[in-house]
């Protein structure tokens, strides 16, 4: 376990003060967590370890485990958050950023919050409208919303107490992280980069809302300090690593989107950086230089966010190979000695230990199927294989791609049993420069062909594809560098992951189905109904007078569902659910109205557009929302689209976004009335084919 020794002074008074829900959250009140029944923080305490030692439900009592209550949402796109429990109140976020409070013990709802985001916003919004979760101080929560404001909410009521907006509207800037608080500030970055944005993290004073300090993670396009934390930095590791001209129309990308932890021992907050806009090195700068801090952990003083210490992990990305998957602090034994680590099961396909005082490379070994890299070298830099990089030749197939091995689903680890679980996948993707690119501000700008990843033309090859595809949960040991056990998932894409003092680890997944699998071997010892749609968010537990509870959140989503939905189960939107257990309980959750599904004559229909050009052209801006050959099932099926019949209806909705309420922004800025009726003509040449 954790040991934080600059904060033992007080903590017999903040552990009374906490146990009886005055003063709200605080500093103390996050690091006793450790030992106790709450869930204060994203990742429960500052370590983000996702261990809680509540042992009632353990190997023993796991099969009694019965509905204790349920919370029904009115959103039907993803739900990715981890509730947070605070003094008998759960906090839960859903899509589109809003916020709800119940009596966590009842179920009755307190009250709900709805910031009012534009829906439009959710054309910027790359992997779905998602939020996943809030954090707690004093006697506020805070939420990030998607269009960039960090809002503070009295967390008795839910009325608002202050709102910043922390981006710049006239840029693509989304927020889809769940904020931190460290010292009375509220931590908060950013998503975008494929759509041309500079990355960057902030913090906020937790009672005004004022700014402290900002580290950008790129460097200034204009070449001019910004009178920012991360000035020195920039100036003196990353400047060098940026020649080329490319970046400076995007900003070059590295946002902030998700990893995000503290070690109150060390004062030190580290964060993932993302990937680079666009994705290839060549269009990006000169191909060749390793664009720091792009795909980086970065660690800095939590008081001044003053740069402290950075570990690239992967150098001159060209892949989307973020940094930004969960990271967790630990203690393990290594050499015959305690040692304070930082680790991430990274999205290239590695597992990192990082020494968490300076940066030193500790040991990184796959934890998946990894083809684009070798190994990593004794400098912790990876050694890539002949051709990994694309754009120096035809094209380049990869394992992983883009959604990589490890995504945002969070991972845990047990302290008790020396593992970390991870919900990992294997999905390839073909890389290949996209010929004749050009930056176009606010589009998906990733300079790689987006046609190479289409759907086999069979029906058999498609599912010999989609068979292809893996999920699992990887019990990894962090020492020896070696899986222990591995469960398969049907499908790739699969929920979160919790551990428990009871022995137990605890994943959903793609079919809705919630498991406690024994944490020394992996055997299944129980399973959930299901839920009637898939599980991506990670379970979290909490203890109420004496009464253990297990929560999730019930909704698929983010960019599994969406741009690659034909690999996964073939169901209609659904809205959302929260799901909360204990052993027991009685509870039932109404089977979901499931809408039938109108056919579509198509058949005299006709479109005056090209089908090759379409094809192109939906591969580069509809793909990534409506699925390769327009197959996707979470987000409007396209082929089965009444729309489709009427081309003057396909222009309003595609080229003048009279849907826009809905999430469905105009195309005009990017494509012309014509190219509009291109995609027409391609996705109705799909729906022939497969209605």
């Not at 999205?347 to 990894?370: E, L, Q, R, T």
């Not at 839920?531 to 019930?554: F, H, K, N, R």
């Not at 929260?578 to 109404?590: C, E, R, S, W, Y």
């Not at 099926?637 to 003057?648: A, T």
Request: hydrophobic share 40%; charged share 20%; glycine share 12%.
């Amino acid at each position: 376990m954790m040991k934080h020794f600059g904060l033992v002074a007080g903590l017999t008074v903040s552990l009374l003060l906490g146990a009886c829900g005055r003063g709200g959250v605080n500093a103390e009140r996050i690091v006793a967590a450790e030992k106790n029944g709450e869930w204060l923080s994203y990742g429960r305490t500052y370590s983000e370890q996702r261990f809680s030692p509540l042992d009632k439900i353990n190997a023993t009592t796991v099969g009694q485990l019965g509905l204790a209550w349920y919370g029904q949402f009115d959103t039907d796109r993803g739900q990715e958050a981890t509730p947070i429990m605070v003094d008998g109140i759960l906090y839960a976020t859903t899509s589109w950023s809003k916020v709800h409070a119940y009596d966590a013990k009842t179920g009755k709802e307190l009250w709900s919050y709805d910031p009012g985001v534009d829906r439009a916003k959710g054309f910027q919004a790359c992997c779905d409208v998602v939020n996943r979760g809030v954090a707690a101080w004093g006697g506020n929560v805070y939420v990030g919303t998607l269009d960039g404001r960090l809002v503070a909410l009295n967390a008795k009521n839910g009325h608002k107490v202050w709102s910043v907006q922390t981006t710049d509207n006239a840029k693509p800037y989304t927020i889809t992280q769940a904020p931190r608080v460290v010292k009375g500030r509220v931590l908060i970055g950013n998503s975008g980069a494929e759509y041309g944005v500079r990355g960057y993290i902030t913090a906020y004073d937790a009672r005004t809302g004022a700014k402290v300090w900002r580290f950008y993670t790129t460097p200034n396009p204009t070449g001019a300090d910004d009178g920012e934390a991360s000035d020195s930095a920039l100036k003196d590791h990353a400047a060098p690593t940026w020649p080329g001209e490319g970046w400076k129309l995007t900003g070059g990308g590295g946002t902030v989107w998700d990893a995000t932890i503290y070690d109150p021992d060390l004062n030190l907050v580290y964060f993932g950086v993302g990937n680079g806009t666009p994705w290839s090195p060549a269009a990006r700068s000169d191909g060749k230089s390793d664009n720091l801090f792009l795909s980086s952990i970065v660690a800095v003083n939590a008081d001044t966010g003053a740069y402290v210490w950075h570990y690239q992990v992967t150098p001159n990305d060209s892949w989307d190979f973020d940094a930004d998957q969960p990271l967790m602090l630990a203690d393990l034994a290594l050499n015959g000695a305690s040692r304070r680590v930082v680790m991430q099961a990274s999205k290239n396909g590695f597992f990192y230990v990082i020494d968490a005082k300076d940066g030193k490379f500790i040991s990184a070994k796959p934890y998946a199927a990894v083809t684009w890299a070798t190994g990593i070298d004794a400098n912790g830099r990876p050694v890539e294989a002949t051709g990994a990089h694309y754009e120096t030749k035809a094209a380049m197939n990869s394992m992983p791609g883009p959604y990589g091995a490890h995504n945002w689903h969070p991972m845990a680890y047990s302290p008790r049993e020396g593992l970390v679980y991870i919900p990992a996948m294997g999905v390839p993707f073909s890389y290949e420069n996209a010929p004749n690119y050009k930056y176009q501000a606010g589009a998906w700008n990733t300079a790689v062909r987006g046609d190479l990843n289409g759907l086999a033309e069979t029906d058999a090859a498609r599912e010999a594809t989609r068979l292809y595809l893996t999920g699992a949960l990887v019990a990894w040991d962090p020492v020896k560098q070696e899986a222990r056990w591995t469960v398969k998932n049907n499908y790739f894409w699969n929920g979160g992951v919790l551990a428990t003092g009871g022995g137990l680890v605890f994943q959903g997944d793609a079919e809705g189905v919630l498991t406690a699998y024994a944490a020394h071997d992996g055997k299944a010892l129980w399973k959930s109904p299901s839920a009637g749609q898939g599980i991506v968010a990670a379970p979290m537990t909490y203890e109420i007078d004496g009464e253990q509870y297990l929560a999730v959140l019930v909704g698929a989503g983010g960019s599994g569902p969406t741009s690659a939905a034909f690999f996964l189960p073939q169901t209609p939107k659904l809205d959302g659910r929260i799901l909360v257990f204990k052993i027991g309980g009685k509870a039932t959750a109404p089977a979901y109205v499931v809408p039938a599904t109108e056919s579509l004559d198509l058949k005299e229909i006709t479109s005056s557009g090209d089908v090759g050009r379409g094809a192109l052209l939906y591969a580069n801006y509809c793909l990534v929302c409506h699925s390769p050959n327009a197959s996707g099932q979470f987000l409007p099926n396209l082929r089965r689209s009444p729309m489709l019949i009427n081309p003057q209806d396909w222009q309003g909705i595609v080229y003048d976004g009279k849907n826009s309420s809905r999430g469905m922004a105009a195309f005009k800025p990017f494509l012309t009335p014509s190219q509009v009726e291109d995609v027409r003509a391609y996705v109705l040449s799909e729906a022939m084919k497969r209605p």
